[in-house]
């Protein structure tokens, strides 16, 4: 099984759903420069490194919210020690979709592999994105 680590800096953001202009359906910018950002922080992670095509892929990821500034500083102590947790947007699917979408064809050949995946959020003082992907051959687990 080989395990791949990557941090992508700035508040967590989910996948938005595809606008239309009355002829074309498009992917909103917003979506398009995060999932550009994903890609960028996966290659600098480990290069041009693609999990062989058919490897099972296990997605993890940890999505850290900025704390408000206007959180008291009780609330802010319960947040930073994770007895209060982000119940807010982006919801946890979509940050999970923006993802598991940008790295499709980049890290792995296509998301249909991806047999497993986990997105949890909780709240920080430094916002960012924490990816886990392991990936291993059917083969070898049987």
């Not at 064809?105 to 886990?132: L, M, N």
């Amino acid at each position: 099984m080989k395990e791949i680590r990557f941090v992508v800096e700035g508040e967590p953001f989910g996948k938005q759903r595809p606008r239309h202009n009355g002829k074309v359906t498009y992917t909103p910018k917003e979506t398009h420069d995060r999932e550009e950002l994903v890609r960028w922080a996966y290659r600098r992670a480990c290069r041009n490194f693609r999990f062989p095509d058919g490897y099972y892929i296990d997605l993890r990821v940890i999505a850290y919210m900025g704390i408000p500034k206007s959180a008291k500083k009780d609330v802010r102590a319960a947040m930073l020690s994770g007895k209060l947790r982000p119940a807010k947007t982006p919801d946890w699917d979509n940050i999970g979709k923006l993802v598991a979408d940008a790295l499709n064809r980049i890290a792995y050949g296509d998301d249909r592999y991806i047999v497993d995946a986990v997105v949890r959020k909780f709240w920080s003082d430094h916002p960012h994105t924490e990816v886990i992907l392991r990936g291993y051959d059917p083969e070898e687990n049987t």
